[in-house]
Structure formats: structure tokens, C-alpha cells
């Protein structure tokens, strides 16, 4: 099998653009874990609007 060679990817954001991604970042996790008990749901108890869609 012949080796293979990894991609290196250069980027740069500007200040304003660097805080958008951590804000990202930091709810990411939060995202994850309510996409999680969503999927976990059965269908009767899914509800008809999500929390704070008000």
C-alpha cells in the first residue's frame, strides 16, 4: 500500500471573524447534546416548537 501524505490546510480569519467561530465553538457541545435527546425521543414526545422559539 503506498503512503500516504497528509493535507495541510492554511486560513486566516480577521479579529471579527476569529470571535464568530468561538462563539460557534463554545455552543457546539450544547448543540450536540440537544440534537442527542431529540434523537432520543419517541415520536409522541417530540415536541411541536423547540424551547425559546417564542
Known amino acids: 500500500m ?3 501524505k497528509g ?3 492554511g486560513l486566516e480569519f480577521d ?3 476569529k470571535l464568530k ?4 465553538a463554545k455552543h457546539a457541545g450544547a448543540l ?3 440534537l442527542d435527546e431529540i434523537d432520543a425521543m419517541n415520536d409522541e414526545e417530540a415536541p411541536t416548537r423547540l424551547e425559546g422559539s417564542d
Open 2 to 4: 503506498p503512503k500516504r
Open 7 to 9: 493535507i495541510t490546510i
Open 15 to 17: 479579529d471579527k471573524s
Open 32 to 34: 450536540a447534546d440537544e
Open 21 to 24: 467561530l468561538r462563539a460557534i
